[in-house]
């Protein structure tokens, strides 16, 4: 069992209070979630761009002007280690718990930065994935999702089964706009809610890192998981400076006491 310090014991009861008496809680979680999973992160120690340098930064570019070379190449390439780490990473106690929190009906939505598909696989069904999920293809016609598994990769570019349009792997690249639906989803969200959850993100990417922010000038109190502190810190109501795989659980068991 986890011992939980008392400053965080603290701070994990005055954010349970706080979903208590939210009605339309909403969360953005970001890599330091799945970080609990395996899963490098992008920057910092030991992260993938830290030690291997950033993707290019005309990646979309380089797709839209050719998609058939891009998708050989991808082919070509392989699984990297960070594709390798998410094949063999499953849902921590995180994810498993901001599931319950939504079926428990105290948490509305949850947006996240993170592309590994753990937040379906924990139980999340309200959900937005604004950078994507990698087992999924986009058309770029409709805008259609289908799963990577299920699509022929025999004629390069793949086509949309709906449409007939150019597919790409789901995953929002350097220069490439967020898809419409996912941007409109999460400002939707962001506006709706009455509490604002930032979960293991350092809250530097945006156009996600503006959701919380949005919330906070809408007078929505912000709740910060994170073991670090991050840009969001000096903003956030309430600080929760543990792992979320200990804080969450740990106000998943406050609520549940309620039931």
Wanted: charged content about 25%.
């Amino acid at each position: 069992m986890t011992t939980i310090d008392t400053s965080v014991q603290h701070a994990i009861e005055d954010a349970a209070k706080l979903l208590r008496r939210s009605n339309h809680a909403v969360a953005l979680s970001g890599a330091g979630l799945s970080a609990e999973s395996g899963i490098p992160t992008y920057r910092g120690t030991g992260g993938i761009w830290t030690r291997f340098g950033e993707p290019t930064i005309d990646g979309w570019e380089l797709f839209a002007s050719d998609p058939k070379a891009w998708w050989e190449e991808a082919i070509a390439h392989g699984a990297s280690e960070f594709s390798v780490a998410i094949e063999r990473s499953e849902p921590n106690a995180g994810h498993i718990a901001m599931a319950q929190l939504e079926e428990m009906g105290r948490l509305a939505h949850t947006i996240t930065q993170n592309i590994d598909n753990l937040h379906r696989r924990a139980g999340s069904r309200r959900l937005t994935e604004i950078h994507g999920n990698r087992y999924l293809v986009r058309c770029m016609n409709c805008g259609a999702r289908e799963r990577l598994e299920t699509v022929s990769l025999d004629r390069l570019p793949p086509l949309c089964c709906e449409c007939g349009g150019i597919l790409k792997n789901d995953i929002v690249m350097f220069g490439e706009p967020i898809p419409d639906d996912a941007l409109r989803e999460s400002y939707k969200q962001a506006g709706a809610s009455d509490l604002f959850l930032s979960v293991g993100t350092s809250a530097v990417v945006y156009p996600a890192a503006d959701f919380p922010l949005m919330a906070k000038r809408r007078g929505s109190p912000l709740i910060e998981v994170n073991p670090e502190e991050t840009a969001l810190s000096e903003f956030a109501d309430v600080i929760v400076r543990a792992p979320a795989g200990v804080a969450l659980p740990a106000i998943v068991e406050l609520l549940a006491q309620e039931l």
